[in-house]
């Protein structure tokens, strides 16, 4: 009688495991708000990040645009020294000398020339005429005015591209001669507003810059007398479209630009530049109003495509993909196990009924499957409770207080997915190599190393040096290729600070670049490893990274039929060497 109590009571209970309960469907439900919560929490921080990155580019942007003008202004007052320090009126041939000195389309990319408007009043115009006709027979005031005096442009240098500009009368047309007055009076550098160069066959919006200059090089303290003593203004006439061009070269930002002037369109990069990088529905859009030398521009900033692809993350994708494979799983292991218990219940009713002498064998069969139950609900409740664990440490991070520790927690997780996203990205870059081919294009070793120096996270304060050299060559691969060793020399570092050495050299077939630091070094027996694909020579906890860095490298030096070798004894600094094959032999060293 005692035995069938138990074989009831052990009967009950199978029946009872068999079934799903409310406490299941709890478990499930509240893994299934955690994870939206982790996916809802990560998206957020994602928007917060690209906002503020967004924010960064845009002030980027207006402060080279108002460093650009700045380094134009000295420019003009450089020019105003000049005349300061000449006793005698400037000749055309002194003008000349003194802006070919400025290498104006190298120091100053975006500026159309630069030159003299010397203020003319009536009874002064036959000397005046008269002296500039010493050298240039055919020079000659234009085009005819009311005014009661003469703004001509005398010299504007180069010469060639800016013909139909010398001569030409400020006065003639609203926006030059009002702007040149302001100068005159303010004794400051003015701006025009938006006006169409007659030297521009494309009729595009430019502007002209004045600075001025007065009698025996003083600036008067008053109106009345700057009107009296004014002599001309330096002057440099802007294409808009040339001047963006010099300032903000499109490959290094992530917006698109409209500048307006007062309501007149000075710039739009989409519609002048023909970009293909422009997003028609952008994620960030801000509008900024700067006040430049009298005018006040207006500068519409949008993100682009560019921003928007590099902007997109899937970290919050795979937490949210990641939750609900868990979800699923914990529910499948839920309905596996009432499943188990009902068939092996189903079994042992079978086994009693047909075959009462088996009933120890049927017995031993219900003791290995309840085992199993308990090893298959042992072994999964680790890595279940290592996910539960990483997403109660998502939710403590949602709180307004963030202790210490949960800062930690959300800095593994941080960096958990960010590995995941490297070794992504550098994938899809690997398997990119073969497919694009790049022309060869003029490239200054210092310039590009600078600039991917800049863009790189430098913990240690590493210090980098490279010849300023131009050589011709793809400038993509290369940038990857400098990328890569510039980062892993920074990472690998094992001191505060260090230093960076890239040194050049060719022959008639290969271009030779060599990138030296003073790290670690890597020992002999490890060349060949480190160039394989997945391989890191220290802790991917120590050193974030995918590994695949030297392969990438290797894989892009060779798909140009180049080669890559190291070069360290493991104790100290390493020198890695590309041997890069030649399009062209020309090789241009800048003075």
């Given amino acids: 009688m005692i035995e069938e109590l138990a074989v009831g009571d052990k009967r009950k209970k199978l029946i009872y495991a068999g079934q799903m309960h409310f406490v299941h469907w709890l478990i499930v439900l509240l893994s299934l708000v955690l994870t939206f919560s982790a996916w809802y929490y990560s998206k957020s921080q994602l928007a917060q990040k690209l906002e503020a990155k967004f924010q960064r580019n845009a002030e980027q942007v207006v ?5 650009r003008m700045g380094l134009y202004e000295n420019a003009l007052w450089g020019g105003v020294a000049f005349i300061d320090s000449v006793d005698t009126d400037i000749t055309y041939t002194q003008w000349l000398a003194y802006s070919n000195s400025l290498t104006i389309d190298q120091t100053y990319p975006g500026i159309n020339g630069i030159g003299i408007i010397y203020n003319i009043k009536p009874n002064q115009l036959d000397d005046y005429l008269k002296k500039q006709r010493l050298l240039r027979p055919n020079y000659a005031l234009h085009p005819s005015h009311q005014e009661n005096e003469y703004w001509p442009i005398t010299y504007v240098e180069p010469a060639a591209p800016n013909k139909k500009a010398i001569g030409l009368d400020m006065a003639f047309e609203t926006n030059r001669y009002s702007s040149i007055k302001k100068a005159r009076d303010s004794g400051q550098a003015q701006l025009t507003a938006p006006i169409t160069l007659v030297q521009d066959a494309k009729k595009t919006p430019g502007f002209l810059f004045y600075t001025p200059f007065y009698q025996k090089g003083l600036k008067p303290k008053n109106i009345e007398e700057r009107r009296k003593s004014i002599v001309g203004v330096t002057y ?20 698109s630009i409209k500048i307006s002037d007062a309501g007149d369109l ?17 994620l960030f859009s801000k509008e900024i109003n700067v006040g430049l030398y009298g005018r006040v521009w207006t500068f519409l900033i949008q993100s682009n495509m560019s921003f928007r692809e590099e902007g997109t993350s899937n970290q919050s994708s795979f937490i949210l993909v990641g939750g609900l494979i868990i979800d699923t799983l914990l529910l499948g292991l839920f309905l596996f196990l009432t499943r188990a218990n009902r068939q092996a219940l189903a079994y042992a009713d079978e086994m009693t009924i047909a075959l009462t002498e088996k009933t120890k064998h049927l017995e031993k069969s219900n003791n290995d499957l309840e085992q199993f139950s308990y090893i298959a609900s042992h072994d999964l409740k680790s890595p279940l409770n290592a996910i539960k664990q990483l997403v109660s ?22 960096q958990r997915s960010q590995r995941m996203m490297k070794l992504l990205n550098d994938l899809l870059d690997y398997s990119r190599i073969n497919r694009d081919e790049f022309k060869h294009e003029q490239v200054n070793l210092k310039d590009l190393s600078q600039d991917i120096l800049a863009l790189l996270d430098n913990p240690n304060g590493m210090n980098l040096s490279a010849p300023d050299i131009e050589i011709n060559i793809p400038q993509t691969p290369l940038e990857i290729v400098l990328r890569n060793l510039i980062s892993n020399a920074i990472k690998h570092h094992d001191k505060d ?4 050495i890239i040194s050049y050299d060719s022959n008639t077939e290969y271009h030779f670049i060599a990138i030296e630091d003073d790290g670690p070094g890597i020992a002999p027996e490890f060349h060949d490893k480190s160039m394989e694909m997945f391989q890191t020579l220290q802790s991917r906890d120590k050193v974030e990274g995918s590994g695949m860095g030297l392969a990438m490298i290797k894989r892009i030096v060779e798909h140009y039929q180049g080669s890559v070798s190291i070069n360290s004894d493991g104790k100290r600094g390493t020198k890695i060497t590309i041997n890069w094959i030649k399009n062209t032999s020309s090789v241009a060293i800048k003075p």
């Fill in 63 to 67: 402060d080279l645009v108002k460093e």
């Fill in 393 to 414: 440490w998502i939710e403590e991070d949602c709180q307004d207080i963030l202790p210490d520790d949960s800062k930690k927690h959300l800095n593994l997780l941080a």
């Fill in 236 to 255: 440099a006439p802007f294409i808009m479209k040339n001047l963006m061009q010099g300032t903000l070269a499109e490959k290094n930002r992530h917006v």
């Fill in 266 to 282: 000075l710039f739009d990069d989409h519609a002048e530049m023909n970009t293909s990088d422009f997003d028609s529905n952008p």
């Fill in 497 to 500: 600070a260090g230093h960076i």
